[in-house]
T-cell receptor, first 116, second 115 residues
């Protein structure tokens, strides 16, 4: 019952460094998402992937790239990290719409990123 | 421009009493509203949802009320238990986005239930 697994859990970067956050789900969900959580802001959608091979921008995509490697995996890349990207990042997935009245997301435990 | 707002950052209640968490929204074009619960060092977990065409949905100790004219929803927890202590996020699904998971979240309210 792993659900949604994110790695790493913690990371400290220097400004300008790059890194990739990894996410995998074992629930056979079609859709996957990356959100960031900042104090006083709630969670904001960065990118999402409705299905394997497709990705779309969310509310705050600038400075990020994503790859939907296969149905299970969805990675988030910071090419040149900035202090404004210090945040907690959550990956999530959801089943097809017809299986739920609302699009209920299952979240990973989060990845805390600090950019110095 | 915060479309979904939780104006109370924190709430403290006594065990056994009712907890009422509030959420306001500014956009009428939402199809669903959801509540998520989050413990420290964990991801948010889904708690309960309500369709925009309903005004109440109940699941055990949790009831969500939707007042469309006031653009307000609330989550009632009765009776409150210490294990309910967590951050609660209100979220909304914009019209036409029910297939995308493009939830709009409020800022969260930290609930503390005292034994």
């Amino acid at each position: 019952n792993a659900g949604v697994t994110q790695t790493p859990k913690f990371q400290v970067l220097k400004t300008g460094q790059s890194m990739t956050l990894q996410c995998a789900q074992d629930m056979n969900h079609n859709s996957m998402y990356w959100y960031r959580q900042d104090p006083g802001m709630g969670l904001r959608l960065i990118y999402y992937s409705a299905s394997e091979g497709t990705t779309d921008k969310g509310e705050v995509p600038n400075g990020y790239n994503v790859s939907r490697l296969n149905k299970r995996e969805f990675s988030l890349r910071l090419e040149s990290a900035a202090p404004s990207q210090t945040s907690v990042y959550f990956c999530a997935s959801s089943p097809p719409r017809e299986l739920a009245g609302a699009n209920v997301l299952t979240f990973g435990a989060g990845s805390r990123l600090t950019v110095l | 421009d915060q479309q979904v707002k939780q104006n109370s950052p924190s709430l403290s209640v006594q065990e056994g009493r009712i907890s009422i968490l509030n959420c306001d929204y500014t956009n009428s074009m939402f199809d669903y509203f959801l509540w998520y619960k989050k413990y420290p060092a964990e991801g948010p977990t889904f708690l309960i949802s309500i369709s925009s065409i309903k005004d109440k949905n109940e699941d055990g100790r949790f009831t969500v009320f939707l007042n469309k004219s006031a653009k307000h929803l609330s989550l009632h927890i009765v009776p409150s238990q210490p294990g309910d202590s967590a951050v609660y996020f209100c979220a909304a699904i914009p019209h036409g986005s029910s297939n995308t998971g493009k939830l709009i979240f409020g800022q969260g309210t930290t609930l503390q239930v005292k034994p």
